[in-house]
């Protein structure tokens, strides 16, 4: 079956930077794009960017605009999401979601915490 | 930025229930809108995409509805694992945009 897993909790210190990994599996790679969303503690979903697994176009919201960097591996079917400059506001719940084209996010990986903590 | 607002942001009813939900969004765009069920500890769920069709697998007593501006989830008849948060998202336009969410409390 389709599915996204992804890489296990993190705490970081302010300044740092994170590296998420997501792997997919059950469908072929490289034919449908990857997007991140996170979540703050007891907030909404916040759309970050997304990859194109073929090729590695990306594509970020502009606040995230030289702090995230999207990667994909085609080799492991796994996409990548770095954020530097880690802060506080950073705390989030990571979340990779597989788009198909016309229907949104339909499938998503079961989230990385990640803390950040002085 | 296309700005999705979604009311009420609470909402409390009880077991067989309807329950309606509303987005707005801060310019029309096509139907490129979808929901999204979250309960607590777990990733979203897609229930309906493209403003009205059901995802498959979701139960029938799910609905989207509304065009342009102004987008409705129903929940014809609420059961006991409906109670939960609902998104709506804009994919029309990048960046994607999600609504700040609805919980559906017990009442």
């Known amino acids: 079956q389709v599915q996204l897993v992804q890489s296990g909790a993190e705490v970081k210190k302010p300044g740092a930077s994170v590296k998420v990994s997501c792997k997919a599996s059950?469908?072929?790679?490289?034919?449908?794009?990857m997007h991140w969303v996170r979540q703050a503690p007891g907030q909404g979903l916040e759309w970050m960017g997304i990859?194109?697994?073929?090729?590695?176009?990306?594509r970020y919201a502009q606040k995230f605009q030289g702090r995230v960097t999207m990667t994909g591996d085609t080799s492991t079917s796994t996409v990548y999401m770095e954020v530097s400059s880690l802060r506080s506001e950073d705390t989030a719940v990571y979340y990779c979601?597989?788009?198909?084209?016309?229907?949104?996010?339909?499938?998503w990986g079961q989230g990385t915490t990640v803390t950040v903590s002085s | 930025d296309i700005q999705m607002t979604q009311s009420p942001s609470t909402l409390s009813a009880s077991v067989g229930d309807r329950v309606t939900i509303t987005c707005r969004a801060s310019?029309?765009?096509?139907?490129?809108l979808a929901w999204y069920q979250q309960k607590p500890g777990k990733a979203p769920k897609l229930l309906i995409y493209?403003?009205?069709s059901l995802e498959s697998g979701v139960p029938s007593r799910f609905s989207g509805s509304g065009s342009g501006t102004e987008f409705t989830l129903t929940i014809s008849s609420l059961q006991p694992d409906d109670f939960a948060t609902y998104y709506c998202?804009?994919?029309?336009?990048?960046?994607?945009?999600f609504g700040q969410g609805t919980k559906v409390e017990i009442k």
């Open positions: 979601a597989r788009e198909v084209a016309a229907y949104g996010l339909d499938v």
């Open positions: 990859i194109n697994p073929s090729g590695g176009s990306t």
């Open positions: 493209k403003a009205s």
């Open positions: 310019q029309s765009f096509d139907n490129w």
């Open positions: 059950g469908y072929i790679f490289i034919t449908y794009h």
């Open positions: 998202q804009q994919y029309n336009n990048y960046p994607w945009t």
